[in-house]
Each structure stands twice: as structure tokens, then as C-alpha cells.
T-cell receptor, first 112, second 115 residues
Framework: RKEVEQDPGPFNVPEGATVAFNCTYS??????FFWYRQDCRKEPKLLMS???SGNEDGRFTAQLNRASQYISLLIRDSKLSDSATYLC?????????????FGKGTKLSVKP | EAGVVQSPRYKIIEKKQPVAFWCNPI?????LYWYRQNLGQGPELLIR????????DSQLPKDRFSAERLKGVDSTLKIQPAELGDSAVYLC?????????????FGQGTRLTVV
């Protein structure tokens, strides 16, 4: 089982739609969680951190469920500019302490 | 403030040739990562440095890959000899803090094509 698993998509949605991405992680010792965004042929960039209490940044909401080892990202009112690949990232504490472990990414395509 | 700088941006080499990538992290960042990203996949960790010490190189194919981070700042990643399967984007990232644990900032990557 991969340490971080995501639905690869692609998710094709119209502008204005709400879309949700899910991510599961296998190592219960994971302590820090992030969502990164990667545009085509560009480097990954931090979108937002994910906190235990859940957090929101404008149209983006991230949630963490430690019991189920599950992270989610919700995008409301999708824009064309949201088209990208969204990478779920966990930081392991333990054998690979401090390493950022990436999922394969979920591709989002927002259409007019 | 300058971000993570990598060079070259692109490299095309024949198989069995050597190749080297260079990374200059964000000033003050003690943690440096090298990742490899294949098309349609997420980045996969090759090696992580804390200052000049390689604290995790368990995923680095040591028969052909080597890395160094002299003086705990710049880093180089070398492949010798390169194989067709090494074609990928090699990403360098840096972060601040002990034992990693914080978000990392990435360079633009080096796109390697082995022919």
C-alpha cells in the first residue's frame, strides 16, 4: 500500500462548481499535512497547510480526520485558473522523520 | 528574496553518460531535498539533507546516483552512468527547521532526457 493515496482523476468540472479531493495516508505517525498545487510543467507550490481543526482560505477548505487517516480539499466556485494537479503531502515522524511524502496528485480541469 | 535555484533547466544526454544537477536553496534553509518526478506521478524523495548531513538517502540508487552538500548550502546530484529510465524531472526543495517538518519550497526543476 502506498503511503499517500489520491484519486488521480481527472476531475472535469464547469466553472462555478464545487469539487472535493480526498487523500488517505497509511502511517499513523504522520504529523503534518499539506496540499500543494502543481501547474503543467511547473514545480509544486504550497497551497495550504492542513490543521486538525480544519482550515479555510478563501474558496479553499482543508480538513483532516486523524482517526480515519484522511485529508480532504474542497474548492468552491471553481475558476478556470484552478486547473492544475493537486498533491496531497504528509510529513512522517518516525523512521523517515521529516520527509515530505507526496501522493500521485489529482488532476483538475475547470471548463468554461 | 530569491527562491530555490536549480540548473540546468533542461538536459539531454545519451545513455551511459554522466550528468550533474545543481541546487542553491533559499538562504537560511537548513533542510534540502532532492526529488524525482516522473510524468503523471508525484515527486519521490531521493535524499534529504540537514545542513551538510544526509539524514535519509534510503531511496537513492547508490549504484549510479550520488549527492553532496558541501558547507551545508549548495548541493549537487550526479548520475553516472545514466540509463533510459532516469528520464524525469529532478526537483530540489528546501525548508527551514530542525528535522524537516515544515513546508518545502521547490525549484523549477531539471528536466532530464536520456536517449
Amino acid at each position: 500500500r502506498k503511503e499517500v493515496e489520491q484519486d488521480p482523476g481527472p476531475f472535469n468540472v464547469p466553472e462555478g462548481a464545487t469539487v472535493a479531493f480526498n487523500c488517505t495516508y497509511s502511517n499513523s505517525a504522520s504529523q503534518s499535512f499539506f496540499w500543494y498545487r502543481q501547474d503543467c510543467r511547473k514545480e509544486p507550490k504550497l497551497l495550504m497547510s492542513v490543521y486538525s481543526s480544519g482550515n479555510e482560505d478563501g474558496r479553499f477548505t482543508a480538513q483532516l480526520n486523524r482517526a480515519s487517516q484522511y485529508i480532504s480539499l474542497l474548492i468552491r466556485d471553481s475558476k478556470l485558473s484552478d486547473s492544475a494537479t493537486y498533491l496531497c503531502v504528509v510529513i512522517l515522524y518516525g523512521g523517515s522523520q521529516g520527509n515530505l511524502i507526496f501522493g500521485k496528485g489529482t488532476k483538475l480541469s475547470v471548463k468554461p | 528574496e530569491a527562491g530555490v535555484v536549480q540548473s540546468p533547466r533542461y538536459k539531454i544526454i545519451e545513455k551511459k553518460q554522466p550528468v550533474a544537477f545543481w541546487c542553491n536553496p533559499i538562504s537560511g534553509h537548513n533542510t534540502l531535498y532532492w526529488y524525482r518526478q516522473n510524468l503523471g506521478q508525484g515527486p519521490e524523495l531521493l535524499i534529504r539533507y540537514e545542513n551538510e548531513e544526509a539524514v535519509d538517502d534510503s531511496q537513492l540508487p547508490k549504484d549510479r546516483f550520488s549527492a553532496e552538500r558541501l558547507k551545508g548550502v549548495d548541493s549537487t546530484l550526479k548520475i553516472q552512468p545514466a540509463e533510459l529510465g532516469d528520464s524525469a524531472v529532478y526537483l530540489c526543495a528546501s525548508s527551514f527547521g530542525s528535522e524537516g517538518g515544515t513546508e518545502a519550497f521547490f525549484g523549477q526543476g531539471t528536466r532530464l532526457t536520456v536517449v
